[in-house]
């Protein structure tokens, strides 16, 4: 069988990341806040490629076609799916692992397994998974980051929004439960991003991704470039609310329950109620159908894929 991974470049010195991110495109990132912040730690840290999965084994291309480009009468470039583990170093020089690209389709088992002794060798202590997920939150107010993991003891106070509840898996989940029974302390960062604003890119979301993760590990992070983009983000949102009553005012209404249960700060009693968190079974029930919804595939003549939340980071 394909070997699963490819080691690019041994370091030329002794390396000791404590701390493994992950994130894998293809499941739900709603504001694809994950995907933007990997984009924002590779494009700011300094960083070099350790390992390189085998995309050919392990996506299915029928299912997630590559972008190929066509000009005139010629096909000039193809991007074809990564999945990447890379060495960075945070601004004060600490070393941190970066897993990133495409989730797969296959090979679960061997890939988490895979993942799991590459992090245990270089002595990784802690996991951190990235993403987001649409909730009835306005855009005009602090973007709320839930934890969860495999040791509640060590995460923050924060209400039981979800009880118990069976919806479809991603590879992400499958990370953070293998990565917990072999002793890390495995936990996954999902940040609140509003429904209306799910299928954009949503800096904001990111942002308070890196800022929750730099909370948790001690990691020193960039998040100014990110701060910047929310600005103006929060900018383009305002004023297509304003031209449109309709928007305005859901906003308006969202706002009004925020704040109902959130001045000056946030109380994590009625946290819950003011997200307007459905049950568990509703909650499997949506994220089924917002899968679904987004997982489309080609039309049978051959037509362009509806796009995936995740797809606007392919093309930046």
Not at 58 to 68: E, G, K, N, Q, S
Not at 135 to 155: C, D, I, K, N, Q
Not at 238 to 248: F, L, R
Not at 253 to 263: G, I, N, S, W
Request: aromatic letters at 6%.
């Amino acid at each position: 069988m394909t070997p699963m991974y490819t080691v690019e470049h041994a370091a030329d010195e002794p390396v000791s990341p404590r701390v493994l991110i992950h994130h894998l495109d293809g499941a739900m990132d709603a504001g694809h806040a994950g995907a933007l912040a990997v984009e924002q730690l590779l494009m700011t840290l300094p960083h070099e490629r350790l390992a390189t999965f085998d995309a050919d084994s392990l996506v299915d291309y029928r299912a997630r076609r590559p972008t190929m480009t066509f000009s005139t009468h010629t096909y000039t470039d193809v991007e074809m799916p990564e999945i990447a583990l890379d060495l960075l170093q945070d601004d004060d020089g600490a070393d941190l692992l970066l897993l990133h690209g495409s989730e797969p389709d296959y090979r679960w088992h061997e890939f988490a397994g895979a993942v799991t002794h590459l992090a245990l060798t270089m002595g990784v202590t802690q996991a951190i998974g990235l993403a987001g997920m649409p909730m009835a939150v306005p855009h005009t107010r602090p973007t709320y980051v839930h934890h969860h993991g495999s040791r509640p003891e060590l995460l923050p106070e924060q209400p039981d929004f979800y009880g118990t509840v069976e919806f479809p898996g991603a590879l992400e989940g499958l990370l953070e439960l293998r990565l917990g029974e072999v002793g890390l302390d495995s936990r996954g960062l999902t940040a609140s991003i509003p429904h209306y604003v799910a299928r954009d890119d949503y800096p904001a979301g990111a942002s308070a991704l890196l800022t929750a993760v730099a909370e948790v590990t001690g990691l020193a992070l960039p998040l100014g470039d990110l701060e910047a983009a929310a600005a103006i983000s929060r900018a383009e949102i305002d004023a297509q609310s304003a031209d449109q009553p309709e928007v305005a005012a859901v906003v308006a209404a969202l706002e009004a329950q925020f704040d109902a249960f959130a001045p000056p700060r946030v109380d994590t009693d009625h946290l819950a109620e003011m997200l307007e968190v459905p049950s568990a079974d509703e909650i499997g029930a949506r994220l089924e159908a917002f899968l679904e919804a987004n997982d489309r595939p080609a039309d049978a003549d051959g037509g362009p894929q509806e796009p995936h939340p995740q797809d606007g980071d392919q093309n930046r």
